[in-house]
């Protein structure tokens, strides 16, 4: 017995003298933000191919996934994800810095965005091409400082869509831009950056709703846009959802001296009040066109509640918005998690109800009528749903709070 005792003894020490090791947390207790980026590189191992993927083509689907996992790279420190963007970002740089799949003259807005990771692996001193990124990063801003604009300077959406302003186009450009000129000190990029944010609150801003239109043509040439105010017809929830996420990105980068800067925190604040006003009493979300809640056929739609979650979570955190905000995000983001993300039986998670696309004239049927915002399909594990949801999760998670299902 005397012997038994003392091995216990023994034994009990050799534990308590151990280091304690954390236990692998199982599956479902892992961060939202975690198991949807997991997800996708289930999806897509090893990297995103671009053979095998559109969206995955340099592009700002390609960007806002990339961004997105950079996300979840910062908020955990494991460099899983960080290799997982490197890998990818690979398959599109040259060792030249040539971009594959882009041409500068196309002048389309929606190629900036993946610009974003450029600089983030620029500043990574550890990557064996950094430099390269930057010269590719280079060739995008070389695109801005060429790229038509209307009389007041504010960046056409695309060349072949002449005088046409979008609200997409704000968050393509403007977050890559103010990074790059704080990056590289280019102090007048600012300005370029602030005036892109005032024409928009000039000229698509509506004064009833505070909504805003999803795009604007100074020349007031297309089929969908008003022949007064050049205006097109609605507002959708992604539109406004682009320009949103656009607004607390790049107040990332802005100078705190600079003019614009109070003036972008004023955009924020105006537009709060309207999304919390015109947010889903029921379900928690944003319609897909965003002012006719219950009309027959509109739909809650993901995309634009992931980034309106975002928008004000992160609004809130960085002191831009009053606190009350956060239950607004806090009430959008669980409607999602109850309504559209869904285990698999294999611990992977899928998310619903993303509105396939969205846009202006290029073909007859996209006049920007009601009708032509519920025609396009819905798609399940859309990047432009899957990156949003992501990056509304991590904001949440920095919020801390029990989050329900």
Known sequence: MKTRYSFLLLL???LLAAPLRAQPRPAAARPWS???ADSFMRWYPD????ERNKAARWGYEHGLMLKALERVWQRTGDEAYLGYIVRTMDQSIADDGTIRRFKLEDYNLDNINAGRTLLTLYQRPELPRREVYRRAAETLHRQLEGQPRTKEGGYWHKKRYTHEMWLDGLYMAEPFS???ARLFQRPQDFDHVARQFALVEKHMVDAKTGLLYHGWD????EQWAHPQTGLSPNFWSRGIGWYAMALVDVLDYFPPDHPGRRNLVKYLQRLAPVLARYQDARSGGWWQVTDQGGRKGNYIETSGTCMFVYALQKGVRLGYLDKKYAAVARKGYEGVLRQFVVEQPDGTLVLNGTVSVGGLGGKPYRDGSYAYYLSEPLKQNDFKGVGPFIMASV??????GKVSQ
């Open 218 to 221: 100074e020349a007031r040439d």
């Open 47 to 50: 990297s995103v191919p671009a």
């Open 395 to 400: 904001e949440m998670e920095l919020a801390g």
């Open 12 to 14: 009990a020490g050799l």
């Open 178 to 180: 103010a990074e790059y």
């Open 34 to 36: 975690q198991r949807m």
